[in-house]
């Protein structure tokens, strides 16, 4: 039975993630969030699935290495054989439309932190599970707002410290996926596109605006192609930075 551990679980592309994995029979699923009693979608899938041990719920505040730790920890206890895919979701996007004269740097420092510093902390606690584990995969999902290469075509106030964030995420995992796939982890980033979830909508007309000829995509087709890229993805594909579905982005 493979397993599935994904961040971020309480709403938008993680919830969907459980939803859609869950729908195979073989997957065993944990689903982690802040607080996960009171996550609305998580109870209702607890409902869907009660008497079984194919859905867990735990408990992660990855802004917090203890939270961290003892999840890793409650995991391995649930997962003798180990964590076949680590899906790293959780995050945080503030500051939207603020300029470079307008941002504060103090919130721009825990957004950082907690995107990319905090990512290292989950990636090194859960490492030991991954690699004891069948498929050793670890799936971390980012933003086409990191890559260097795009940010010369990107609007000039339009989600500049997110950017910087997932630009240090990607270089992180780039870097960390390369160093472990000698040890059979197979890393890769994934760009989920613009999804219409609560923080893919907060700025929807200054996104239209900016962005006139995209359109959201629902949370069902994001996360039905993340999960087949998830299936697809090798060890040959380790440090790939790929779109939601399976096509290369430039870094």
Same mark, same amino acid.
């Given at each position: 039975m493979p397993s599935y551990l994904i961040t971020g679980s309480s709403? *938008?592309?993680?919830? *969907?993630?459980?939803?859609?994995?869950?729908?195979?029979p073989e997957n065993q699923v944990l689903a982690t969030a802040r607080n996960p009693d009171t996550a609305k979608g998580l109870q209702e899938l607890r409902e869907q699935y009660?008497?079984?041990?194919?859905?867990?719920?735990?408990?992660?505040?990855?802004?917090?290495?203890?939270?961290?730790?003892?999840?890793?920890?409650?995991?391995?206890? +649930?997962?003798p054989n180990g964590l076949d895919v680590l899906i790293s979701n959780a995050g945080i996007f503030r500051n939207?439309? %603020?300029? @470079?004269?307008?941002? %504060?740097?103090?919130?721009?420092?825990?957004?950082?932190?907690?995107?990319?510093?905090?990512?290292?902390? +989950?990636?090194?606690?859960?490492?030991?599970?991954?690699?004891?584990?069948?498929q050793k995969k670890v799936?971390?999902?980012?933003?086409?707002?990191?890559?260097?290469?795009?940010? *010369?075509?990107?609007? %000039?106030?339009?989600? +500049?410290?997110y950017s910087v964030g997932k630009a240090a995420l990607n270089m992180l995992?780039?870097? @960390?996926?390369? &160093?472990?796939?000698?040890?059979?982890?197979?890393?890769? +980033?994934?760009?989920?596109? @613009?999804?219409?979830?609560?923080?893919?909508? &907060?700025?929807?007309?200054?996104?239209?605006e900016m962005f006139p000829d995209v359109s959201p995509i629902s949370v069902e087709e994001c996360t039905t192609n993340i999960v087949k890229v998830i299936g697809d993805v090798k060890l040959s594909d380790t440090v790939s930075f790929l779109s939601y579905d399976g096509h290369r982005l430039p870094w």
């Open positions: 709403r *938008g592309i993680g919830l *969907g993630l459980v939803t859609e994995l869950l729908k195979n009660p008497h079984t041990n194919r859905l867990s719920l735990l408990t992660i505040d990855i802004s917090k290495l203890e939270s961290i730790t003892k999840a890793a920890q409650e995991a391995e206890s +649930l997962l939207v439309s %603020d300029t @470079w004269d307008q941002i %504060d740097t103090d919130e721009f420092l825990e957004e950082l932190s907690l995107n990319a510093i905090s990512i290292l902390q +989950l990636l090194r606690a859960f490492k030991p599970l991954v690699t004891k584990s069948v799936i971390i999902i980012t933003s086409i707002g990191g890559s260097l290469e795009a940010a *010369g075509e990107m609007p %000039d106030h339009f989600a +500049l410290t995992v780039r870097r @960390w996926g390369k &160093a472990y796939k000698k040890e059979g982890v197979t890393t890769v +980033l994934i760009h989920p596109g @613009w999804v219409g979830t609560a923080m893919g909508l &907060a700025e929807v007309e200054l996104t239209r």
